[in-house]
């Protein structure tokens, strides 16, 4: 078994301050190269499997393919560190990384290719940053702006387009003109019925007929935006535009947007399945908090509790750059055994005296800037304006998720603080089971707010899924007399959303802010790209 | 004989059980006791325990209208839930409201025990909309697009059944049919059921909407029939379907009293009616409690009960009576 020494020049050849290994080499001489697990995402268990030849280079470096030689052949170290950073970016990918897609051949098992999706400037940059430290510059990307073409009917999609123009759209092309043949997509497309204004004809017409100047719009704006971000495109990296016919994005009336930025990754093909293990051995034996990994391709130095960074928080508000907001620090005082701390203009809250940014921590922090709802340019911009709206909240369709998160919060606050109420959003594919849930209990389903995605009003309903929602996961238990309603939601499966007091957010995020940037943005108040 | 539409067909009289429903309704009624001496109660507990205690022992043993008038009313206004009820869920300052069901259970009870009836069509009067459509906006301001489909035809058929008790005084009922078939078959069982009822009930069922038949047979399983169809689950904006792969529709004693009742009413043929009635005794006659629940794609624990007072009372009246 080899060993570690410490401030081992680390992965990208800075010094890091390690935490553990990623034991590739090791790992996959173990399992005779075959990588296999479960994703569990959006209440599906899926399996993914994996069979590579790796074979040592120089440098205490392997080359890794799979073993039918298909895919790309990646040079990296056979044993990885890790840093929080690392640690870090994998909560990040846990929240807005893709997991596979499934087979349509063989239901319930995946094929994995890397990418991630966030359109957040910082997070991108970061993003990019850590993918070019694991995998050097054998990878490239293609950052792709995808966008429901209804965007160009009406608002400001609609001005950028009629000034591509010259300031007027030309005169509407019939459809049979623009494509004298339909593919099966545009067939499938004028059959489906829509609760939209205007014909499906027209909406096709509008798509073929502008396709290319709005695609060209999308990847000059893309362009632009990554410029801003100072990310530096290498000689293989894209950008492109995907546009999709109106409506059938998520655009609920023209003029609405539907944007989405995906991160793909070149030079990774047939490795995804690698990655995942990674990731999920990783999060396993953060949320377990034991020193190897159920498969042992993560061996942590320690305990991963025992790790990381130690903060007196004391000290932490009173003069680092990542503790003061809009130049304003809070007063702390100990009385008694208790931490107290107030913000300008906020309420006293108690908080845990001595902090350890452990991997558990990280991971969280990751996960939350994906994941949580507190609007992201606001966690970027706290640091020279005042910030709106920083409230914590969190959702997610697994209870890891959640469990990291609360475990997170508990690092700095009382249990009791750590979580105010829950409740279960419901996308509208399952509205028909909320129906059936209802007449189950003799009542219909009353939907609550102007379109209907507020508070459910049917208290049978929300009661009747609690059970649900504590079986499913476990960690919200202790919270079980918190649990406020059901919530109807546009998309998804039914999961879980937790929120703390507002006032928790300028304790937390400021420490989750130095725990992901503190490596590569010294000084906060400057360093980090603002809308 | 007193009529209860929520399940077509239930005599409400001393009735013959079988024993499983029999142990379980006595476990469900001993279960509620215990929150109604907590005041904890809903309206749909009153309607159901009225009914349970009607068939256990010939009549209701409890003082259903007294819990009614003491923890479920305000401002002279039906609740839908007590004030302890509404505690169950956190800080959840909505459980005071009046929606039509809670307006409908207080009526019908009234009615079924012969009390001292109040002038509950004045209330609905109030609740009908510019749009034809019965509800209360006080409950929730949503608008009439984004409510479900069996919402607003189950007010409807409340508030019609309500109403016609005063023949309809003052109501342009033209209004009422024209809201009640201005959506096209919906393609939920429970939606058109209540639509069906609603329009008897307005003396119009010759407007009901088409394709009811190929609705029923889509909604068919195997035991009897499931609420909704997994495969016409279509996004409302994108007009795609959903990814439905994982999705299952289960068997609802509920929902098959409501198909059958729409098929004896529509022109099904016999053969196929009598087959899907002995289907479905067939299954309650071998598990009278094989009621499942609903899952979240892969997820083990239920969502939701599979077994509900409703359904169990369901499951009894298809074995009476079908």
Redesign the interface.
Known sequence: MRTSSLNEVGIGGYMCDKLGWILIEDFLAKTKGRVIGQVRS????RTYSANYKFEEVADNRIAIQRIDGSGDRIEIKSRIPIDRELVAFFGLYDGDGAKGA?KPTS?GFIHVNVSFSQREPNLVRFAVDQFRRLFSHQISFTFSLGEDSAYFMAGSGLRQLENHYGGQLPDPIPLQDLRPILTPADK??LE?????HGT?EEHLAFYYQHKEIMQRILTEQKMKELRSTGIILEKFDRVTASLRRP??????EPGGSSRSDELHLGGLNGLGELFLKIMYELGESILTNTQQSPQGLVRWNDCPSNLGEKIDIQDFFANNPYGSIDNERPVLKICGTELRGQWPRSIERVLKPNFRVDPLFAYASGLYLAEGATPKNELFAMYSRRPKGLSVEFTCSEDEGISIMLKALSHIFPQKDVMK?WKIKVG??????L??????????????????D??L?T???????K??AL??FPSIQPFA?????VEPTGAG??RVHFWASSSLGKWLFPLMMYTVFHGTVTNPKEGFIID | MIEFP?LPGARIEATQLNKAHRLWILKWLAEIEEGIEQFEV?S?IC??GLIAETWIYGRPKTDWIGIMREYLEKDDLPL??SEE??K?????N??K?S?V?AIYARWWIERTIEAEERDWAQTIKNYIQPSGWIYNPD?????T????R??LF??MQMGCEILKTYEFEGIPTDRLVAATISIPCTG?V?AEYFRYRALQFLGATEQMVTGIEKTLNKLQIQQGF???SVED????????K??????V??F?P??TLYALSLACNLSVPKDLIEEWKSRVKTHLNNDPLGIPA?H??????????GQ????VLAAAVLLQTH
């Open positions: 959006d209440a599906r268990i499934e239901p499938r497309y489906e019925p829509r609760r939209v499906n409506f059938k994005k998520g655009a609920r109420a509208s594919q399952y509205f028909p089971e129906v059936t849930i209802g007449l189950k209990h003799g009542v219909p389903m009353l939907r609550g707010g102007n379109s209907g507020g508070k009003r208290m049978e309903i929300s009661l009747a899924l059970s649900w079986e499913s007399d918190r649990y406020s309603h499966v039914a | 929520f809903s749909s309607l159901a839908a839930y009820y509404g169950r869920l956190f800080k959840f909505q459980w409201q929606p069901h409950v929730s301001l949503t608008n697009k984004t409510r479900m069996t919402e189950m007010s939920y429970s499931a609420d909704f689950k279509i996004d409302d904006y994108m007009g795609s959903k990814r439905i792969t994982r999705d529709a289960v609802s509920i929902a609903l979240m794609r892969d997820l083990a624990p239920e969502f939701g009960d509900t007072i409703y359904e």
